[in-house]
C-alpha cells in the first residue's frame, strides 16, 4: 500500500504560480512512477505530468510543457510547480502512483489505469 496525501491548492489569479506537494509513505518507492492528473468539472481526468523515481525521467502534457515542473525529493515528496497558470488549469489534480511490472512507456507514464494509489486530491482555481 502506498498512501499518497495531496497540499498546496488553492485560489490564484492568472498568470500566477501554485506549487503542490503530494507525500507518499507506506512503500520505499525507488521502483515507482509518480504522476499528477487533474479533472475539472464534467470533463474526464487528464494526464499532467510524472515522474521515475530512481531515474529522474519526467513526462508531460503538451497544455502544461514549458509551464509545469515535476520534482521529488529525498523524503518521498512529490512537487507539481505550476508557473503562469491559466483559467483552464482549474480543477482538482491528484497524484497517483504506480509500479511498472515491465519497462515503463510513455504512455504506461500517461495512462491514469496503469495507476493503483492515488490521493484525495487538491482544488486548483485560477481565475480571469
Request: charged residues 15%.
Amino acid at each position: 500500500q502506498v498512501q499518497l496525501v495531496e497540499s498546496g491548492g488553492g485560489l490564484v489569479q492568472a498568470g500566477g504560480s501554485l506549487r503542490l506537494s503530494c507525500a507518499a509513505s507506506g512503500r520505499t518507492l525507488s521502483s515507482y512512477v509518480l504522476g499528477w492528473f487533474r479533472q475539472a468539472p464534467g470533463l474526464e481526468r487528464e494526464f499532467v505530468a510524472a515522474i521515475r523515481w530512481s531515474e529522474l525521467t519526467t513526462y508531460y502534457a503538451d497544455s502544461v510543457k514549458g509551464r509545469f515542473a515535476i520534482s521529488r525529493d529525498t523524503a518521498n515528496t512529490v512537487y507539481l510547480q505550476m508557473n503562469n497558470l491559466k483559467p483552464e488549469d482549474t480543477a482538482v489534480y491528484y497524484c497517483a502512483a504506480q509500479r511498472p511490472e515491465s519497462p515503463l512507456t510513455t504512455a504506461q507514464a500517461m495512462n491514469s489505469k496503469e495507476y493503483r494509489y492515488w490521493g484525495q486530491g487538491t482544488q486548483v482555481t485560477v481565475s480571469s
